[in-house]
């Protein structure tokens, strides 16, 4: 009945256009109907409490150094570096974008942020260059999921706080996982691209591939930095947001000198508007997410779910669908606020790893960032190279497939998680 009351009205405010965080309300709402327990004191409390978090701190520092590292010059020196490496290879540009992911990735842990400033300048460049545009427009949108998966990550935080794991250890554990998104990539890239005859760009000397890796060296570092620093235990991951965001404050105004004062009124400004859309929510969560443990919906699902329970695999294809199709109707965030409350009790019950179900759980979800009709990271990239959402749906669907079976890979194979993370902590 419960579980019922609070789908239902869920479901049913956002069918009627209400943003997720008062959707999220208006179920807590509704359980608080239903359970007989009506009291605005509770609500205001767990909305007050479910923002004064402080790892949840590292979400605002995070957005501000992503934003910072675009307008001060880094993105542009990524890209530079990235076409020095594998810009003469057939089909370079393609690698130049999964490189150029991956590098975003260890910046700033927003896949959209990431998709729009890859896709800003690489996919005018591809086109220019002959390459399809819709299947480059969906190799960058697939590329910008690898941000939420490489630490530093804005979700992992989420989650993390959402649910108690440990995300020193969500962060190391989304290193491996990473690199076999941008491998996969480059293996279907290179596929695709076997019978094209895309123009390379001229090989570059050593002198000049130098020159690039001294110029994005700034930005290189400071992946290391955090990773290093969070495996030795020299910082909290809300410490490395603070880290990365002065890092990138310090190169943009200091180093490179493309960052003005001017800039850093809009930055900020751009930085605190994404941060309370993202702490909001996090509030309303709150919300949902004591009234789902008072409601008992935990229990009653693990009570359906009992007949799997001690089949590992089996659970987690049935979490992976579920999870699969929640995410091609809503966005990331929201999907990990309202399901992780309600699946870590069974995932616990059913003795998994909560920080391999964490890596799965996000993964999927930054999947369905590419999947209509939601699909984020999908309209971002469409919107940057001015095509269609049908035209990069044509072009983004071998990638997404691509992750599909990786995720399916790590599903099967937990080892490829849990055997790193032993060895990062």
Not at 55 to 80: D, Q, T, V, Y
Not at 232 to 261: K, N
Not at 317 to 340: C, E, K, R, Y
């Amino acid at each position: 009945m419960t579980v019922a009351v609070f789908l239902g009205s869920l479901l049913g405010a956002m069918a009627l256009g209400m943003p997720i965080a008062f959707a999220l309300l208006v179920s807590g709402l509704a359980l608080m109907f239903v359970t007989d327990m009506f009291d605005s004191q509770i609500m205001a409390q767990n909305l007050i409490s479910g923002a004064d978090n402080f790892p949840l701190l590292a979400i605002p520092f995070f957005i501000l150094a992503g934003e910072l590292m675009n307008k001060g010059g880094i993105s542009s020196r990524i890209i530079g570096f990235a076409m020095a490496l594998v810009g003469h290879i057939k089909g370079g540009l393609g690698y130049v974008a999964i490189i150029g992911s991956v590098i975003f990735a260890g910046l700033s842990g927003s896949a959209v942020a990431d998709t729009a400033a890859l896709g800003a300048i690489l996919i005018p460049m591809m086109a220019g260059a002959g390459y399809d545009k819709n299947r480059s427009a969906g190799l960058i949108a697939a590329g910008g999921i690898i941000a939420p998966v490489i630490p530093p990550s804005i979700p992992m935080i989420i989650f993390g706080v959402t649910s108690g794991v440990s995300i020193t250890k969500l962060f190391l554990a989304g290193i491996v996982p990473g690199v076999l998104l941008a491998a996969g990539l480059a293996i279907a890239w290179a596929i695709l691209i076997r019978k094209s005859n895309y123009k390379a760009m001229p090989r570059k000397s050593v002198k000049e591939i130098l020159t690039a890796t001294v110029k994005a060296s700034w930005a290189l570092v400071l992946p290391a930095i955090i990773i290093l620093g969070l495996k030795f235990g020299a910082f909290t991951p809300t410490e490395a947001a603070v880290v990365a965001a002065f890092y990138a404050l310090f190169v943009g105004l200091v180093v490179y000198r493309e960052l003005t004062m001017k800039d850093l009124y809009q930055v900020l400004v751009s930085a605190g508007r994404m941060s309370a859309v993202v702490m909001f929510l996090a509030a309303a969560a709150m919300v949902s997410s004591w009234l789902i443990t008072v409601a008992n919906i935990p229990a009653e699902l693990t009570a359906m779910l009992e007949p799997v329970l001690d089949n590992k695999l089996l659970l987690l294809m049935m979490i992976n669908l579920i999870v699969f199709l929640v995410g091609t109707a809503m966005d990331l965030t929201p999907t990990i606020l309202i399901l992780t409350p309600v699946l870590m009790p069974i995932v616990e019950a059913a003795g998994i790893d909560p920080v391999l179900f964490g890596l799965l759980f996000i993964l999927n979800n930054c999947i369905g960032l590419l999947t209509p009709p939601v699909g984020t990271v999908l309209n971002v990239a469409a919107g940057v190279g001015r095509i269609s959402m049908e035209d990069i749906m044509r072009g983004v669907w071998p990638f997404l497939l691509v992750e599909i079976i990786i995720l399916l890979l790590l599903t099967v194979f937990p080892e490829l998680v849990l055997i790193p993370l032993d060895w990062f902590s």
